[in-house]
Each structure stands twice: as C-alpha cells, then as structure tokens.
C-alpha cells in the first residue's frame, strides 16, 4: 500500500513564525499535492509537484511556497504564519500519467495560527 | 475553470437506509470522476471512480454513475451501516489536456448513520 506521511498530526505556531510541513511518500511517485481542508469549502489546491524540482502554483498560493528536493519529500513553507492560515493541511501524490490516477493521501497536519 | 457542486450535509440516516448523495460538476473536455471518504481523524482515501461516460464505479456496497448528460456523479449505497459514517468528497480530473490527475474537490458532505 502506498504510505504518505505528514510529519506533524497536530501544530501550533504564532503570528510571523515560518512553518515548515514536510510530507514523504514511499511509492516513487512523479507528483505531490499540497492542500488545505477548510469547513463547507472543501479541499483546495495550494501547490503541486510534477517532478524533483518543479513546482506550480494551485488555487490558493499566496503566503504559500513549497519544496521538492527530493522525489519522495515535498515541504510546504508559511514564510510569515497568518491567524487565517490556520487550517487543516493535506500532502497527496500519485502516479504520473493518465486522468484516473488516484490521489493517496496522509492523515493530515492540525495547523493554529496564534 | 472546472468546478465540483455536492449537497450539503449532514446526511442523518438510520442504519439498513438507502444512500444518495448528489454531485454535479463543470469541466471541459472528458474528466474523470471520483468519489473519496474521509473517516474521523484521518485523510481522504479513494471510494470508486469512473473515466468516461456510463462508466459506473463500485466499491463496498457504494456506486455511481458517470452521467455526462447531466453532468451528474451521484453516490448511492442500498443499505448503509453506521461504521459508513464520513464525509463524503466528490472529485474530478484533468478535463483538458495538460492538468491531469490535478483533482477538484466538491465542499464535501457528512453522513451520519445511527442506530
């Protein structure tokens, strides 16, 4: 089975701080996604990642970057930790290829923003 | 852009009830469709899935029906059992061409079945 694993379950952090989320995933996949669950607005995409490298801008970047050194490890940086950023955060990935490829998800990062 | 409409929970049935839950969506192009759960304290995991049109995704006693003409996904189960209680995502990917396996997420719906 494919294994994400988000580093934290449960983080809290004040006002300015920079906050690092590190996600690994252990089946070689090309792509890695980085969202946040909000109540009554569902998942949106903040980052993905179609190789080592690369990265693109999803839905909601901004206050947002990320970093992939590595195939199996994808970060998501909060340069400047915002009251608003507190939230539920989300690492995926899949398989490069077709439409169908499912996405994997971790069990999720509790993140308050103080 | 592609977008993902869902009905809002929660959804409170008694358990040996029939499920629905409806899903309608805008894309371009010939998406997939997906259904994920997500269980209490954990991170969504795929339910079933359909890539083209009339496709019908099962799994665990769930279904759905890729309806093109109606743009429509709708979720059913015939009897649904209190450890199905989750929330419930409708999903689609990569309607055009250059954005595939990037999903869409509908706001998500809670199903609540008691006893």
């Known amino acids: 089975d494919v294994k994400v694993t988000q580093s934290s379950r449960y983080l809290v952090k004040r006002t300015g701080e920079k906050v690092f989320l590190e996600c690994v995933q252990d089946?070689?996949?090309?792509?890695m996604f980085w969202y946040r669950q909000d109540p009554g607005l569902g998942l949106r995409l903040i980052y993905f990642?179609?190789?080592?490298?690369?990265?693109e801008k999803g839905d909601i970047p901004e206050g947002y970057s990320v970093s992939r050194e590595k195939k199996e490890r994808f970060s998501l940086i909060l340069e400047s930790a915002s009251t608003n950023q507190t939230s539920m955060y989300l690492c995926?990935?899949?398989?490069?290829?077709?439409?169908?490829?499912?996405?994997?998800f971790g069990n999720g990062t509790r993140l308050t923003v103080t | 852009g592609d977008s993902v409409t869902q009905m809002e929970g929660p959804v409170t049935l008694s358990e040996e009830a029939f499920l629905t839950i409806n899903c309608t969506y805008t894309?371009?192009?010939?998406?997939?469709l997906f259904w994920y759960v997500q269980y209490p304290g954990e991170g969504l995991q795929l339910l079933l899935k359909?890539?083209?049109?009339?496709d019908k995704g099962s799994n665990k006693g769930f279904e759905a029906t890729y309806r093109k003409e109606t743009t429509s996904f709708h979720l059913e189960k015939g009897s649904v059992q209190v450890s199905d209680s989750a929330v419930y995502f409708c999903?689609?990917?990569?309607?055009?061409?250059?954005?595939?396996?990037?999903?869409?997420f509908g706001t998500g719906t809670r199903l609540q079945v008691t006893l």
């Open positions: 995926a990935s899949s398989a490069r290829g077709a439409r169908s490829s499912p996405l994997h």
């Open positions: 089946m070689d996949h090309e792509n």
């Open positions: 990642s179609y190789d080592v490298k690369m990265k």
């Open positions: 894309a371009t192009g010939y998406p997939s």
């Open positions: 359909a890539t083209k049109a009339d």
């Open positions: 999903a689609l990917s990569g309607g055009r061409t250059g954005t595939a396996s990037k999903l869409t």
